[in-house]
């Protein structure tokens, strides 16, 4: 008799674990089955934690069960490699097994001591030059760039026809003498209107001083230098425009073409010199 009851006392308490183990539905064992509380666990980590229906193995064992199956056979579907991960840092690709990066990364850290121009050509770093305005006679604004001595008068505007004809020939741009050679009338039919506006330009480059008639137009490399050096900034918009401001320099593709410049983007084109662009004469400081 004692026997029997030992018997009946151990498969009682056997009988739902093996019911458990062996995979019957964890409903039998109400809300306190070991199934269900790990079936409704996964349940709070969201979706990604296991399916319910179409399990990737032979049989549908059931709701709690594929979940829970699911979640133990999951793996990641991720593409990185080691080389498109920085090296040291751990991941896992598309497999449970976990890799270490090996991607070396670009050293960034000098970029934190460079500032910006920003879209309005404001000059933040410091690398533009201080203009000074040296004259205002006769309404014409004077400045001078203090990094090249040069003098940028803005007495002469746009013109028609700044190079009155393509040419074929040579002008000696930069021919301090003789400046008769260039006309007065600003037609001469080879060096055109803007070297000739320049050339019988009469302006005081300083207040209080006599005129001066040295004056040139300026080469492509001495309108980009102005550019460089923040004209158009460190002047005025006014004083500068948003035009293209023609060079001295010929095209060396072509003599029909000369070199201008843009000065508050510092774009380059050349032009025929039949077309219409602005001018700013220049002189040198030679005093």
Known sequence: ??????????????????????????????????????????????????????PDWTYNWGTYWNRIMYSATWKPDGTAAESDVVSGKTFYSNSRTKKTGTMEPMDFSPEQYVQYDDAHASDYTGEESTWIKTSSASGANVYQDTRTGLYWSSSIGSYTNSFSSPSTGKCDFFSATPRSSYGTSGTDPDCGNAINACAVLSLSSKDGQSADTDWYLPSQ????????????????????????????????????YGWGETLHYGVANYYFKTNSLAVRCVRRNIE
């Not at 539905?25 to 934690?49: C, F, H, M, Q, R």
């Not at 001495?222 to 948003?242: M, P, R, V």
């Open 1 to 54: 008799m004692f026997f029997i009851c030992i018997s009946f006392l151990l498969g009682v308490l056997i009988a739902p674990v093996n019911a458990e183990q062996a995979g019957s539905s964890p409903d039998t064992g109400g809300a306190e089955s070991v199934i269900t509380k790990a079936y409704n666990y996964l349940l709070t980590k969201g979706d990604t934690y296991g399916a319910s229906s179409s």
């Open 221 to 256: 490399k001495e309108l980009k230098w102005a550019y460089k050096d923040g004209i158009y900034n460190q002047t005025s918009s006014s004083f500068t425009t948003t035009s293209s401001f023609w060079s001295s320099t010929e095209y060396s593709g072509s003599s029909a």
